[in-house]
């Protein structure tokens, strides 16, 4: 090849290379150029979901009363613990309702929230919080509603709160593996989301609680396990999928289990939404009627038209509270029934020598007296809704015996003019100081 043809090869290559070398630099121009006008959003798979479910978890505040003494000695006032001061001063206790504690909750309905049931215990009223993104606090009163305290859960009305309801999910179609999104108000700051992945399903968890009428009974409840952080306060807020569906309800506290109270990393338990939907269903189809705050503790009205004195027909005692039964909560706080005549209201409606009466009209009974004065409160031609504990033997066991496991029984008594029962003998699980 001649040197001509040489430099002439040489010279469009060169030429095709300051060509190649100009695009380029015009191209990385006008990419920098753009790049300065443009913003890019990188937007992550969880925005829209929290965005749309974020205002519907609010706070849940449970007041409670507290009785105070107050003994003086001269030098201030202070209580030593033994029912008196050491001083002279002694004045009467007094009674105030403070903030016992807060949780979170889910708005399911208008006005209706749902929640833990261990964030609404004891309470003596309830509040509901909302936290707007300035930070300012309103709260609304609110009354408890439903609750099922083996699963934890209870449902509150505040009627003033107006806030959108969320979607309820199908907890059974998770998968191990799929998102989760927890938002609540832990230590008190207000709509905390957190975010992980649903670490196991089904998990058995085993705890020991204590049902309304004072007796120990261990369950056991499948939950959702989720690595999202899950902290004190978070207890009653919502899990929820990526499309902003409830899918559960967080919960730290489950008396007795092992990770109640205690620190974990990457451990959080929650009650999965289907568990829960029959006690939601009853509530928003009206089936469990919503009473309104305010006359939630309205006093009801007592009939004095009294024909003669009508009676069950049972004689009673106080359930022996020093009894090994007792003690351990193998039974109930209640009224022991040691006798039921024959013909009586009490025997046509079924009720028998060893029942424990712990509920009349869904009024938790403790006491013989708190039993006779609500029974004395009603005419003949009354019926009653009396709930009894019974198991088999109770009658005959001695204070020292384990008892046996028995059930919980309704029934329904129309109340009669009946003579005085006789008196039975204590002993067992009869309390010595019966009349």
Request: with cysteine; glycine share 12%.
């Amino acid at each position: 090849m001649s040197n001509r043809i040489r430099r002439f090869i040489g010279c469009v290559a060169l030429a095709l290379s300051c060509i190649m070398i100009g695009s380029a630099m015009t191209l990385t121009f006008n990419s920098t150029a753009q790049a300065e006008n443009t913003t890019v959003v990188h937007t992550s798979p969880f925005t829209a979901a929290i965005a749309q479910v974020r205002d519907s978890v609010v706070g849940v505040s449970n007041y409670q009363k507290v009785t105070y003494g107050n003994y003086g000695n001269g030098y201030g006032s202070f209580f030593f613990g033994y029912g008196y001061g050491y001083g002279r001063d002694r004045q009467e206790p007094e009674t105030k309702e403070q903030l016992a504690s807060t949780g979170s909750g889910v708005v399911i309905g208008e006005g209706f929230v749902l929640t833990n049931y261990h964030v609404v215990e004891d309470a003596s009223s309830l509040k509901v919080t909302i936290t707007d993104d300035a930070g300012e606090t309103t709260e609304y009163a609110a009354s408890l509603v439903a609750w099922d305290e083996n699963l934890d859960a209870a449902i509150i009305y505040a009627p003033d709160c107006k806030l959108p309801a969320v979607t309820l999910g199908d907890s059974d179609k998770l998968l191990v593996g799929d998102w989760a999104i927890c938002i609540g108000n832990p230590l008190g700051f207000a709509k905390t989301t957190t975010v992980g992945v649903v670490s196991a399903l089904g998990r058995g968890i085993k705890s020991e609680t204590y049902d309304k009428y004072g007796r120990k009974e261990t369950i056991t409840n499948a939950m959702i396990q989720v690595d999202a952080a899950i902290n004190s306060g978070n207890s009653g807020g919502g899990m929820f999928s990526v499309s902003g569906e409830l899918m559960g309800i967080p919960t730290l506290k489950y008396t007795g289990s092992y990770y109640s109270g205690a620190s974990v990393e990457g451990i959080g338990m929650c009650i999965p939404i289907n568990a829960v939907k029959p006690l939601i269903q009853s509530v928003l189809t009206g089936e469990i009627k919503a009473i309104a705050p305010e006359k939630a503790e309205e006093e009801t009205t007592t009939n004095n038209d009294l024909t003669g004195k009508p009676r069950l027909g049972v004689t009673i005692a106080n359930v022996n509270a020093s009894s090994r039964a007792a003690m351990l909560k193998q039974i109930p706080q209640g009224v022991f029934i040691t006798n039921v005549e024959a013909g009586s209201p009490a025997e046509k409606a079924g009720l028998v020598a060893g029942d424990i009466i712990v509920d009349v009209d869904d009024t938790v009974i403790t006491d013989t007296t708190q039993l006779i004065s609500l029974v004395g409160e009603h005419k003949v031609g009354d019926t009653l809704k009396i709930k009894v504990y019974r198991a088999e033997g109770l009658l005959g066991l001695t204070a020292n015996q384990d008892a046996p496991d028995g059930e919980y029984i309704d029934v329904e008594v129309t109340l009669a003019i009946v003579d005085t029962p006789a008196t039975q003998e204590a002993g067992g699980l009869i309390d010595g100081n019966q009349k």
